[in-house]
């Protein structure tokens, strides 16, 4: 493997944690530690790690729960747990929840770093040898934007092996409690096993340039889409059409660039592609339900109104009872379950029954 590589060491026994942290780096290894399961989480959407290890005693969260979390985001990671306490029951569930290895403390140093970095190449050879999959980065303005947007899309592409990127550059803070949003975004990624950078941009104040294009820049240097989905121009909103702008330009070097819609979409909004969602829209209407502060608040986030508005645009696709509308800004190919429309133009009437307006 090219470069040093990058271990996530999560224990909230502070001597612990500098200890394989200084044998891992005599070994040649970066390493980050952090005390927070859920912190790690966190870490682990914005940082692409090599290995991980991770104590089984913590508080808030058992080390085999952040495992089984950890998994569904990234499901190729090689984790090591270790604990104080032997067990053979310990070590059973750690090996059932897809542990790579076990260690009992004290740590054995002669064998952590060879151990580490055998767990990483391994991974690495096997992620070369996979057939190559696309990976789809979905930009948004606030949480739960992409959810509504492409959240039936991203599913579908999920499960044809696709890797799931969600870029969420504001947190929200005119639409509830920040804590509860992070929180909200947190869940929503895990339930499609998607990857989440989440930034802390100024709701309401998100600029055309930078700050914004420089971290959708950042975020697309780092994990190479092939595919973005990100707002439309055809928005009221200020920070849907700044985002639009931004990622505009910072995805210039991406194949596949395409807008989905808002409940702010502006009747000038003109899908040409048509993703069928059909046996995704359960799905969609979960993640929609992981951002419960938003419950009671936004209609546009109601059962029915989410399958109303899906349903209308079938009326452009093929068989699919259930459809999202895509403006294709650059055609790459790649798109699953889409039907082209690039002849479908509607009019005015037409767009604004999709709105109710």
Not at 75 to 88: K, R
Not at 222 to 234: F, L
Not at 286 to 291: D, K
């Amino acid at each position: 493997m090219d470069g040093a590589l990058h271990v996530l060491v999560v224990d909230d026994d502070a001597d612990t944690a500098l200890f394989v942290r200084t044998v891992l780096e005599r070994g040649g290894m970066t390493v980050t530690t952090c005390a927070d399961p859920l912190e790690a989480l966190t870490l682990i959407g914005r940082v692409e790690f090599d290995a991980a290890i991770t104590d089984i005693e913590m508080p808030g969260m058992t080390g085999l729960e952040f495992l089984d979390r950890l998994r569904q985001v990234r499901p190729d990671l090689p984790v090591t747990v270790m604990t104080a306490h032997a067990s053979v029951d310990y070590a059973v569930d750690a090996l059932r929840r897809q542990a790579d290895d076990f260690f009992v403390k004290p740590v054995p140093k002669d064998t952590l770093a060879a151990t580490i970095r055998r767990q990483a190449e391994t991974a690495a050879a096997r992620r070369a040898a996979a057939p190559q999959r696309q990976t789809v980065l979905a930009i948004g303005a606030h949480p739960d934007d992409v959810e509504i947007g492409v959240g039936g899309t991203l599913a579908a592409h999920r499960s044809a092996g696709d890797q799931v990127v969600i870029l969420t550059l504001s947190r929200g803070a005119r639409g509830g409690d920040t804590a509860s949003r992070v929180d909200e975004s947190l869940a929503a990624a895990e339930l499609i096993g998607a990857r989440l950078f989440l930034e802390d941009l100024e709701d309401t104040r998100i600029s055309p340039a930078d700050p914004t294009m420089s971290i959708i820049e950042r975020v697309v240097n780092e994990v190479r889409p092939t595919i973005v989905y990100t707002h439309s121009a055809n928005d009221r909103h200020q920070d849907h059409r700044a985002v639009h702008q931004a990622a505009s330009v910072a995805t210039r070097s991406v194949p596949t660039v395409a807008c989905f819609q808002s409940p702010s979409a502006t009747i000038d909004f003109r899908p040409t592609r048509f993703v069928d969602i059909d046996g995704f829209t359960r799905t969609k209407l979960e993640l929609l339900a992981r951002f419960r502060s938003q419950a009671g608040i936004r209609a546009y986030l109601e059962d029915d109104f989410v399958l109303a508005t899906a349903r209308y645009w079938s009326r452009y696709g093929s068989s699919g009872r259930f459809v999202e509308p895509l403006e294709v800004l650059r055609d790459g190919g790649g798109v699953v379950g889409a039907v082209s429309g690039s002849a479908f133009q509607p009019s005015t009437a037409e767009s604004s029954e999709a709105f109710g307006a």
